[in-house]
């Protein structure tokens, strides 16, 4: 098939390639076919395909709906993690020395880890990773992460 024979398709079925993404993507009835499946595996080029596309070249300074969407998720995560439910919530006015003393940058890391993996990840980023190597963190000898070690 050629990419004509694949559009002559979806316009005989009234279909665009957009629905056509959509519907595989959101109906309970193809989760796990091959298509939908393939969409998700190959997600961020797909991305990067449109964020790249000439037709937004001229809008380079312009938000995208990914960048926007990505905001607000760090956003949501920082209000989680901040929350005075999520326990780190902290107001150096008010700060006893006990709770200076038992707070540990190690736990807050972990719950961060956990709670807000979107953040950590930009955090690592920020503090030095190549977004375009894969890196995981590890711990040194005396148990300190280390964010970001390149593999």
């Given at each position: 098939?050629?990419?004509?024979?694949?559009?002559?398709?979806?316009?005989?079925?009234?279909?665009?390639?957009?629905?056509?993404?959509?519907?595989?993507?959101?109906?309970?009835?193809?989760?796990?076919?091959?298509?939908?499946?393939?969409?998700?595996?190959?997600?961020?080029?797909?991305?990067?395909?449109?964020?790249?596309?000439?037709?937004?070249?001229?809008?380079?300074?312009?938000?995208?709906?990914?960048?926007?969407?990505?905001?607000?998720?760090?956003i949501?995560?920082?209000?989680?993690?901040?929350?005075?439910?999520?326990?780190w919530?902290?107001?150096?006015?008010?700060?006893?020395?006990?709770?200076?003393?038992?707070?540990?940058?190690?736990?807050?890391?972990?719950?961060?880890?956990?709670?807000?993996?979107?953040?950590?990840?930009?955090?690592?980023?920020?503090?030095?990773?190549?977004?375009?190597?894969?890196f995981?963190?590890?711990?040194?000898?005396d148990?300190?992460?280390?964010?970001?070690?390149?593999?």
């Open positions: 098939y050629t990419m004509d024979t694949v559009i002559a398709t979806l316009q005989e079925c009234n279909l665009s390639a957009s629905q056509f993404i959509i519907l595989i993507l959101r109906c309970q009835k193809y989760h796990g076919h091959h298509l939908a499946e393939d969409h998700l595996v190959h997600s961020d080029e797909i991305i990067e395909a449109l964020n790249k596309h000439p037709s937004r070249q001229d809008n380079k300074s312009q938000p995208t709906a990914n960048h926007n969407a990505l905001r607000q998720q760090y949501t995560e920082i209000k989680l993690i901040s929350s005075e439910e999520a326990g919530h902290f107001g150096p006015s008010h700060a006893t020395t006990q709770q200076l003393e038992e707070f540990s940058i190690e736990e807050m890391g972990t719950e961060m880890q956990s709670h807000a993996p979107a953040l950590w990840d930009l955090l690592r980023l920020l503090l030095g990773a190549n977004s375009s190597s894969s995981k963190d590890v711990k040194d000898a148990g300190d992460i280390m964010m970001g070690s390149l593999q």
